[in-house]
């Protein structure tokens, strides 16, 4: 069996004052693939609904490769689908991070006057497995076969039955799973059990893995997290993107924090934002104590200032799991199966990242939705110096503001990353 890389997709003074407007020139972005051990989540949300749309790296062959998800109800068949795996990318695009710039005017020249602020815009179940199982004191409540998954939802009335029965099954469990499977059985959870059915993979012709996504309703608005700490060498990096008709979605259980954004830096940042942004990252999570969801990006999907990408269309943004009839879908749909009879509603995304171990994340992570709309993303800021020659006492002025400026941009660059300073300000002498 060859080795290949899979992806499943399942389960941040007056010369400075304009630089509060979000605008500018964007140039590059922070996005996921800058962490190692990354998971991404897509979790779109209205009502008691959820549709899932997660994913996750994996390497190796693809006859060892399982998933257990555990989820609060049993999903029918026609609440699971493969997914396109370019939604991830494009939400992960459009929400990263981003570094923008800005130039200098020629402080000479006349002050023209402020531009008016644009308005924001199932296949049936073999006896004999039936049997094993119910030896076990598990139950299986389905099972299905969707694209080159085989999908099994599993109940259970004891965790060491269940654990008995996944390792009979050739399910390698980590040290400490059966305590925690039993966990999630006291709290009334079923189990989403996938593997690769790999005749049908290799008819479809290998490669990647499809996305698979899950419809459900249910009153619990969670991600289960901790299982995937079992088998983690340290670490790891999650990513959801929440999308809500209401405003922002938050974490209950743990606290919300916002990445430190609207800061002005260096120009050498620009050749070195991958860098720049992971210590960003890393220094904020230590500071709030690494047991909190930092908050990258929140705004209505109907624009972005600036933007990395174009916005995702309301074609996009229904692949990604948006069930309710979006506010700016333009056009009438093609069937009545299409969009949901009802009110137009918003779009409203939320990325938050996590970095996470048991220690620092004993629980699951629980979610709520608010009506906060107000927008926000992780920007960070360029100022191009004036190179032209010019000669006035505004210039005289600007050349004093400069060096405050520089200075300025090198203490904001040292406390954001931890950096040392001297090393900057010498870097930034030499980029002069």
């Not at 949300?45 to 490769?65: C, Q």
């Not at 088998?231 to 405003?247: K, M």
């Not at 919300?256 to 800061?263: E, R, V």
């Not at 926000?376 to 405050?404: N, V």
Request: aromatic content about 10%; charged content about 20%; proline content about 7%.
């Amino acid at each position: 069996m060859r080795k290949t890389r899979l992806t499943w997709t399942v389960l941040g003074l007056a010369l400075t004052s304009s630089a509060a407007a979000f605008c500018g020139f964007f140039v590059a972005k922070a996005d996921s693939k800058l962490f190692n051990r990354t998971n991404q989540v897509i979790i779109a949300r209205d009502g008691n609904r959820s549709v899932f749309t997660m994913m996750n790296d994996y390497s190796g062959s693809v006859k060892d490769f399982a998933r257990i998800v555990p989820i609060p109800v049993v999903p029918k068949r026609e609440d699971i689908r493969i997914g396109d795996p370019s939604i991830v990318k494009k939400l992960d695009a459009y929400s990263a991070p981003r570094l923008v710039e800005y130039f200098d005017e020629n402080p000479c020249a006349p002050v023209p006057p402020p531009m008016p602020m644009a308005a924001p815009t199932s296949a049936p179940v073999e006896d004999r497995a039936a049997l094993r199982a119910q030896a076990q004191g598990v139950k299986i409540e389905a099972s299905y076969q969707v694209g080159e998954y085989d999908i099994l939802i599993l109940s259970a009335s004891q965790q060491s039955g269940l654990a008995a029965y996944l390792r009979g099954e050739g399910y390698k469990l980590p040290a400490g799973a059966d305590s925690m499977l039993g966990g999630y059985l006291k709290s009334g959870m079923k189990f989403f059990v996938v593997r690769v059915n790999v005749e049908r993979f290799e008819q479809a012709g290998g490669g990647f893995l499809n996305p698979i996504v899950l419809s459900y309703t249910s009153e619990k608005f969670m991600l289960p997290i901790r299982l995937g700490t079992l088998n983690s060498p340290g670490e790891q990096d999650l990513t959801v993107y929440l999308l809500s008709p209401q405003g922002r979605v938050e974490t209950s259980n743990y606290r919300t924090a916002s990445i430190p954004t609207n800061k002005e830096v260096p120009l050498l940042v620009k050749n070195q934002f991958a860098s720049f942004y992971r210590h960003v990252f890393r220094r904020a999570y230590e500071r709030e104590g690494k047991n909190v969801a930092l908050l990258e990006y929140a705004w209505n999907t109907n624009n972005c200032d600036p933007c990395s990408t174009e916005p995702p269309t309301p074609e996009e943004l229904k692949e990604a799991g948006v069930f309710w009839r979006q506010e700016d879908w333009g056009r009438a749909p093609a069937s009545s199966q299409d969009v949901p009879a009802g009110p137009a509603k918003p779009v409203y995304l939320t990325r938050l990242h996590v970095r996470y171990t048991a220690a620092t994340f004993p629980q699951d992570l629980h979610f709520k939705v608010t009506n906060n709309q107000t927008t926000f993303q992780g920007r960070y800021i360029l100022r191009h110096p004036y190179q032209g020659s010019a000669s006035c006492a505004a210039m005289t002025s600007y050349r004093a503001e400069l060096k405050r400026r520089n200075e300025a941009q090198a203490q904001t660059l040292a406390n954001l990353t931890g950096w040392d300073i001297t090393h900057i300000r010498q870097r930034m002498q030499g980029n002069q």
